[in-house]
């Protein structure tokens, strides 16, 4: 069973930046993309940012230009740097990794990381 462990959550004043990094605890093959989600109360989770094996990445609008998803495969790590924090970004934080094997796909997830932006 692979175990994702997140780190990097906290609390930063408005503008601030933060690292979020997700370590997985054994090499994961056939990995298809990875990803970090959040969650704020009362609202669905929604994905961030992501890349894919390839090294391409998408970002939610709302963090367009202010976030960055990198991955370090040798480490089995992704990183999610956050500059110009803003409030609206308060949620908790999940990583995700979708690894696909033939036609059966699985995701593994991270036990999230609190990030709290204060104004």
């Known amino acids: 069973q692979v175990q994702l462990v997140e780190s990097g959550g906290g609390l930063v004043q408005t503008g601030g930046s933060l690292r979020l990094s997700c370590a997985a605890s054994r090499s994961i093959f056939s990995i298809n993309a990875m990803g970090w989600y959040r969650q704020a109360p009362g609202k669905q989770r929604e994905l961030v940012a992501s890349?894919?094996?390839?090294?391409?990445?998408n970002y939610v609008d709302s963090v367009k230009g202010r976030f960055t998803i990198s991955a370090d495969n040798a480490k089995n790590t992704v990183y999610l740097q956050m500059s110009s924090l803003k409030p609206t970004d308060t949620a908790v934080y999940y990583c995700n990794v979708h690894q696909q094997l033939g036609l059966h796909g699985y995701d593994y997830w991270g036990q999230g990381t609190q990030v709290t932006v204060s104004s």
């Open positions: 890349i894919s094996s390839g090294g391409s990445t």
